[in-house]
């Protein structure tokens, strides 16, 4: 399935469940920011004026579930619902209503649809939603959300880290990225797509801590998940190069 008409399909599916509760939906991530690669997720956001009730969960989680993924001959799909109220005035942490991954796919059919939950890296998103300002229903985001303070931006990518360092051996790809993507965001202020990031940090890292992150960008932007491969002497040097990360991300977390 073309990524165009997968994502018409997504909008169409939130109207019909949504409908005039639905105040924008906003296409972001990678086909906004820097181009879809061979294993980016479709990624949208949706701003609503109340939570969703129990049917509704349950009508848009059945909705995604033959619209997203490889088994259906389409890219992995994320979907976040977000309360207006919940991010605008902006606080932290923020609220999301609803969120669907590829990743959840599992956990979602056996437990049930998603629940309202904190979800601090709501800051990165809706930041990276406004820089991309790509409507795909609705006023342009600026006219939705709020400006998320870069302190925020902080205390979410450093949030995010423990969770990261748990999924280091099963996703290394992702892990290695999203670190150096929070190594850039920290020093720079700016979220980057993930090989822009990797650009970045491979200029400041040290030669030996070098080949796990160009290894790691090249499979983002030349592979799809079921053709990645690390060789014995790469993974070995997961861990230093994670730790290296970790130092410069520590350098430039407040006390």
Same mark, same amino acid.
């Given at each position: 399935?073309?990524?165009?008409?997968?994502?018409?399909?997504?909008?169409?599916?939130?109207?019909?469940?949504?409908?005039?509760?639905?105040?924008? &939906?906003? @296409?972001? !991530?990678?086909?906004? =920011?820097? +181009?879809?690669? $061979? /294993?980016?997720? *479709? %990624?949208?956001?949706?701003?609503?004026?109340?939570?969703?009730?129990?049917?509704?969960?349950?009508?848009?989680?059945?909705?995604?579930?033959?619209?997203?993924?490889?088994?259906?001959?389409?890219?992995?799909?994320?979907?976040?619902?977000?309360?207006?109220?919940?991010?605008?005035?902006?606080?932290?942490?923020?609220?999301?209503?609803?969120?669907?991954?590829?990743?959840?796919?599992?956990?979602?059919?056996?437990?049930?649809?998603?629940?309202?939950?904190?979800?601090?890296?709501?800051?990165?998103?809706?930041? &990276?939603? @406004?820089? !991309?300002?790509?409507? =795909?229903? +609705?006023?342009? $985001? /600026?006219?939705? *959300? %709020?400006?998320?303070?870069?302190?925020?931006?902080?205390?979410?990518?450093?949030?995010?880290?423990?969770?990261?360092?748990?999924?280091?051996?099963?996703?290394?790809?992702?892990?290695?990225?999203?670190?150096?993507?929070?190594?850039?965001?920290?020093?720079?202020?700016?979220?980057?797509?993930?090989?822009?990031?990797?650009?970045?940090?491979?200029?400041?890292?040290?030669?030996?801590?070098?080949?796990?992150?160009?290894?790691?960008?090249?499979?983002?932007?030349?592979?799809?998940?079921?053709?990645?491969?690390?060789?014995?002497?790469?993974?070995?040097?997961?861990?230093?190069?994670?730790?290296?990360?970790?130092?410069?991300?520590?350098?430039?977390?407040?006390?």
């Amino acid at each position: 399935m073309e990524a165009t008409e997968q994502t018409q399909q997504i909008v169409r599916l939130v109207d019909d469940v949504l409908g005039p509760e639905v105040i924008g &939906m906003y @296409l972001h !991530g990678s086909a906004v =920011l820097g +181009g879809l690669r $061979p /294993a980016s997720d *479709l %990624d949208v956001l949706v701003i609503t004026r109340r939570g969703m009730d129990g049917p509704e969960r349950r009508a848009l989680l059945d909705g995604l579930f033959p619209l997203s993924g490889s088994a259906h001959a389409a890219r992995p799909v994320e979907l976040t619902v977000v309360v207006q109220s919940e991010v605008r005035p902006w606080r932290y942490p923020p609220a999301g209503d609803f969120l669907y991954g590829e990743w959840m796919r599992d956990e979602l059919a056996a437990g049930g649809p998603p629940q309202p939950e904190p979800m601090p890296d709501l800051a990165l998103l809706l930041t &990276m939603v @406004l820089a !991309g300002d790509h409507p =795909l229903a +609705g006023p342009t $985001p /600026a006219r939705v *959300l %709020d400006p998320v303070p870069h302190a925020d931006l902080v205390r979410a990518s450093v949030a995010g880290i423990p969770g990261l360092l748990h999924d280091l051996d099963d996703d290394t790809r992702n892990v290695v990225l999203t670190l150096a993507r929070v190594w850039t965001t920290l020093a720079t202020g700016e979220i980057r797509t993930k090989d822009a990031a990797a650009d970045w940090a491979l200029g400041r890292l040290p030669p030996e801590h070098r080949p796990v992150l160009r290894h790691a960008r090249d499979l983002y932007l030349n592979r799809r998940y079921s053709e990645e491969s690390w060789s014995d002497e790469l993974r070995a040097r997961v861990r230093p190069h994670v730790d290296q990360v970790l130092a410069g991300i520590d350098g430039l977390t407040p006390r």
